[in-house]
């Protein structure tokens, strides 16, 4: 089974799952927690620092937060590893903290064990009056985009070349939660791009029940993708690569602000496309996905 057929089967006994993080009404406002795990063999290059190590596994649980128009009360994070030597650790807890302050929140605690394998379970709380889901995109409204595409694929073939340094600052990627609060209220709907911006394109399709075309031309491409990749490896990227971790959302014409994003694309009845110079293509519900 791959993730996608699990995903369905929890979300059959778990109606509140399925969407970037779960939401739990609470006097005036809704409280929205998530939580993501992370490994060394799947998530962490060789050369991946401690420090950045701690700040992508909290970073990838503000991003959920963001993608809710959430803003962030708190970050705890779990953390195993065969070594559990004290430098490590305390690299990765400067790095959490690092981002959490970066977020504007705090690392508040968690847990510590020693494990096969270097992993780290992060857990975010936030809160929200006006939370985005992934439905609500309605025909007409226009499709956006918060940020620059290709960032942790490019970051990827610097750890592949040798460029450590260069490569961990483009790992440190900066979590949207301003951005997320600021389209609260705004946004039809949003998803962070964790899995690559076709299947996120897909995901918000079947939420919404509705269609999207995206303009190839109008793509933010990272600039640090068009230093290491061809013309045709950049748009694969971009498309497919995965853990951009960037805002995906909709927005009607009339309520668009310029300063939220980019605006990349429209929703329309059905289907998910790419315009090109050579015409409309049809875009494959593919991306990032664990095995089983």
Request: with cysteine; aromatic share 6%.
């Amino acid at each position: 089974m791959r993730e996608s057929q699990i995903l369905q089967i929890i979300r059959a006994r778990i109606p509140e799952a399925g969407d970037d993080a779960a939401i739990v009404p609470f006097r005036d406002t809704n409280l929205v927690f998530t939580t993501d795990m992370l490994h060394r063999k799947t998530d962490f290059p060789e050369q991946t620092t401690p420090r950045t190590i701690g700040w992508r596994s909290v970073a990838v649980s503000l991003s959920d937060l963001a993608a809710m128009g959430a803003q962030p009360l708190g970050v705890l994070l779990a953390f195993g590893d065969p070594a559990l030597d004290e430098s490590s650790v305390m690299e990765v807890l400067e790095g959490a903290s690092t981002c959490c302050e970066a977020a504007g929140t705090r690392l508040l605690g968690g847990d510590l064990d020693r494990h096969q394998e270097l992993t780290l379970v992060s857990t975010a709380i936030g809160h929200t009056r006006d939370p985005v889901l992934r439905y609500g995109a309605k025909v007409g409204d226009l499709l956006c985009v918060t940020g620059e595409l290709g960032r942790t694929q490019a970051a990827l073939r610097c750890f592949a070349t040798g460029s450590t340094e260069r490569a961990n600052d483009l790992f440190r990627f900066p979590p949207r939660t301003t951005w997320g609060q600021q389209l609260a209220g705004l946004a039809t709907s949003m998803i962070d791009i964790s899995d690559g911006l076709a299947r996120s394109l897909h995901l918000l399709a079947q939420a919404s029940k509705v269609g999207f075309v995206v303009t190839s031309s109008a793509l933010p491409i990272h600039p640090e993708l068009l230093r290491h990749f061809t013309s045709a490896e950049r748009l694969d990227a971009v498309l497919f690569g995965g853990e951009d971790y960037e805002l995906l959302y909709t927005v009607s014409k009339e309520r668009l602000r310029t300063e939220s994003g980019k605006v990349i694309g429209r929703v329309i009845n059905s289907g998910v496309s790419l315009c090109t110079a050579e015409g409309e293509i049809p875009l494959a519900n593919q991306g990032w996905e664990h095995a089983a």
